[in-house]
Nanobody, 126 residues
Framework: QVQLVESGGGLVQAGGSLSVSCATS????????MGWFRQAPGKEREFVAA????????YYADSVKGRFTISRDNAKNTVYLQMNSLKPEDTAVYYC???????????????????WGQGTQVTVSS
């Protein structure tokens, strides 16, 4: 089992920055990848960014590329999402996800992640 707890969401004006964190606990040594997804009201949960736990290789949705940065601290078992140049359309509940399933080469599909956090609200005002 892997437990995930997000923190750091909040309200920010358009153009501003915000950072969210995801602290992991439990069988973290079995984690192959971590991802951030988001879900706006009335919309499907969508991929934002992911990171391979061992190599640190990162992946981003086109909509956030160049504005968001995912990173990890192996010692703290924590994943971060730094969000810059925020837009009102970035408003959503942001979810952290972990994958303990090996040999999966895609990183943007929510069905390949088997543990999820409770989510944290990010609101960007115009």
């Amino acid at each position: 089992q892997v437990q995930l707890v997000e923190s750091g969401g909040g309200l920010v004006q358009a153009g501003g920055s915000l950072s969210v964190s995801c602290a992991t606990s439990g069988r973290t040594f079995s984690t192959y990848a971590m991802g951030w997804f988001r879900q706006a009201p009335g919309k499907e949960r969508e991929f934002v960014a992911a990171i391979r736990w061992s190599s640190g290789t990162t992946y981003y949705a086109d909509s956030v590329k160049g504005r968001f940065t995912i990173s990890r601290d192996n010692a703290k078992n924590t994943v971060y999402l730094q969000m810059n140049s925020l837009k009102p359309e970035d408003t959503a509940v942001y979810y952290c996800a972990a994958r303990t399933i090996p040999y999966v080469s895609t990183y943007d599909s929510r069905t390949t992640y088997n543990y999820w956090g409770q989510g944290t609200q990010v609101t960007v005002s115009s």
